[in-house]
């Protein structure tokens, strides 16, 4: 597992560093003081996780956590404990407040879901009512979150499956799906139009939350 | 003087030394500058100087520097006298680890 440590701080990242040093089965792929310059480097060199503090002079962890392209899990690292539930929202995968010791640090670390090998995938099964059905990942028009289902749109047919938005936006190639909302992931291949707050796909109009609009508008190749 | 339980004692004894090297060093610069920005009454410079300073001196188990950077946050706090005492802890520490 490869992972990433953005934090101003020298000292905790010196020390953040040393712990994945001594963990088993995870490197650092890169350990970076600007949150800008990581977000460079992860352009050309996608992590599994990244452990990023919240209070950076020059770009807070929040923001660049928007910024992310592909879907890494994020673990902030910070001094104080009033972040938690807007880390949360960002779909954190756990909060750390320094001081970190190492056994917190590793029980974070194993809530990381590493997605399964879709890298080559073109098709993914669907269970629907009895029966598997195999479905081309690229003819997805899109994906809604249903509460404790999702619901894969396809063609005008609609297969609802019990799982997470977080493992559908996991299972699903990153170069051809976005997440938009907290409820939808899209297909670009689908999209027919962008306005202020929405953009529909196929011939559903679906929402776009400021959260996810600024990734969305930076992966659109536009004019 | 360093809190045992601290993560710097999770790292080993080699590590330990270079990062305590490297937490003096910005430590030293972390207090010129919250010395600076104290007198300038520059509050939220100061709040996130000592937020910074804070976790380097909590994750090195300098409780006293901790507690007193954790003061410095506070707008009420900063002031001279904290500063008096958080430069003087600073010495304290500097003097017990070189």
């Known amino acids: 597992m490869h992972c990433l440590i953005v934090d101003d701080d020298n000292t905790s990242r010196k020390v953040i560093e040393s712990f994945v040093e001594q963990t088993e089965d995870l490197d650092l792929a890169g350990s970076f003081e600007n949150p800008k310059e990581a977000l460079q480097f992860l352009k050309k060199n996608p992590v599994d996780v990244i452990l990023v503090d919240i209070e950076m002079p020059e770009m807070n962890g929040f923001d660049m956590v928007d910024s992310l392209q592909g879907n890494p899990s ?57 029966v598997l059905v195999k479905l081309d990942i690229y003819d997805i028009d899109y994906v809604e979150s249903i509460g404790d289902y999702i619901g894969v749109h396809v063609g005008g047919k609609r297969y609802v499956v019990h799982t997470t938005m977080k493992e559908a936006e996991q299972k699903l190639p990153n170069d051809q799906f976005c997440r938009i909302h907290r409820s939808f992931i899209i297909n670009f291949g689908r999209i027919n139009q962008i306005e202020e707050n929405t953009v529909s796909v196929v011939e559903k109009v679906l929402p776009i939350s400021r959260t996810y609009r600024k990734n969305l508008m930076k992966r659109m190749n536009t004019f | 003087m360093l809190d045992p339980n601290a993560p710097i004692f999770e790292v080993s004894e080699e590590i330990r030394d270079s990062i305590i090297e490297v937490y003096l060093r910005d430590a030293g610069q972390a207090i010129g ?44 706090m900063q002031n001279l006298e904290t500063l008096k005492k958080l430069k003087a802890a600073f010495e304290s520490l500097k003097k017990s680890l070189t």
């Open chain 2, 33 to 76: 500058e919250i010395e600076f920005e104290t007198i300038q009454k520059n509050h939220e410079t100061v709040r996130k100087a000592a937020h910074k300073l804070k976790g380097a001196s909590a994750t090195l188990g300098a409780s006293e520097m901790t507690d007193l950077c954790r003061s410095m946050e506070n707008p009420l």
């Open chain 1, 74 to 130: 994020v673990i902030f690292i910070t001094g104080k404990e009033k972040y938690a539930v807007e880390a949360f929202d960002k779909n954190a995968i756990d909060y750390l407040v320094k001081p970190v010791k190492y056994d917190r640090f590793v029980n974070a670390l194993e809530k990381v879901q590493l997605p399964d090998a879709v890298g080559d995938a073109k098709f993914i099964f669907v269970k629907s009512g009895s």
